[in-house]
């Protein structure tokens, strides 16, 4: 079946420590992106990618990096800069039409927590 | 720049009631718009979405939106709610960027 698998789905880090990601796709989408959301907040958007080797900064981009070497794959690091990193991490994916973006379809998430 | 705003952050409604839930977005460019439904501990789900053509959009689950330009809202509605449609629903547009979310709206369905 095609979709988004995002791992782990909870993830415990220590202050200080960096921690990455995982978000891989088997939709043949071009664009992906990174979701942060928290209580009451809605979705905020980290970093997008629309095509290999090129990213984006979203809205909320400090304090976490990505990387896009392959179509399927777009790895989400949160470095220790990120200063408030508990929060619930969605990927997603879709195809744009023209230069419109149609609908993203969502990974499950990962709940990272820092302990 | 572009924005959705969802009125109501909580919706009581009792089992077998009619729900709207209310959207309005702001944007100097056409827009598609989207409705997805979010369960506990899980990614989103899209429920409907309007790309263009009729302004009734029908989706799963026995959902419709209305897409109303004047107005710039995008409502979704049920007739008939069940326990099940217990979830938070978000309401989202693109444009030439990502899509862009409301804060969410959370449905309780009471028995």
């Known amino acids: 079946d095609g979709g988004i698998t995002q791992s782990p789905k909870y993830l415990f880090r220590k202050e200080g420590q960096n921690v990455t990601l995982s978000c891989e796709q088997n939709?043949?989408?071009?664009?992906m992106y990174w979701y942060r959301q928290d209580p009451g907040q809605g979705l905020r958007l980290i970093y997008y990618s629309q095509i290999v080797n090129d990213f984006q900064k979203g809205d909320i981009a400090e304090g976490y990096s990505v990387s896009r070497e392959k179509k399927e794959s777009f790895p989400l690091t949160v470095t220790s800069a990120q200063k408030n990193p508990t929060a619930f991490y969605l990927c997603?994916?879709?195809?744009?039409?023209?230069?419109?973006?149609?609908?993203?379809?969502f990974g499950q998430g990962t709940r990272l927590t820092v302990v | 720049a572009q924005s959705v705003t969802q009125l109501d952050s909580q919706v009581p409604v009792f089992e077998e009631a009619p729900v709207e839930l209310r959207c309005n977005y702001s944007s100097s460019v056409s827009v598609y718009l989207f409705w997805y439904v979010q369960y506990p501990n899980q990614g989103l789900q899209l429920l409907l979405k309007y790309l263009s053509g009729s302004t009734l959009v029908k989706g799963i689950n026995g959902f419709e939106a209305e897409f109303n330009k004047s107005q710039t809202s995008f409502h979704l509605r049920k007739p008939s709610v069940h326990i099940s449609d217990t979830a938070e629903y978000f309401c989202a547009l693109s444009g030439n960027t990502p899509l862009v979310f409301g804060k969410g709206t959370r449905l309780s369905v009471i028995a």
């Open positions: 997603a994916s879709s195809i744009p039409k023209g230069p419109m973006n149609t609908e993203a379809f």
């Open positions: 939709l043949n989408h071009d664009a």
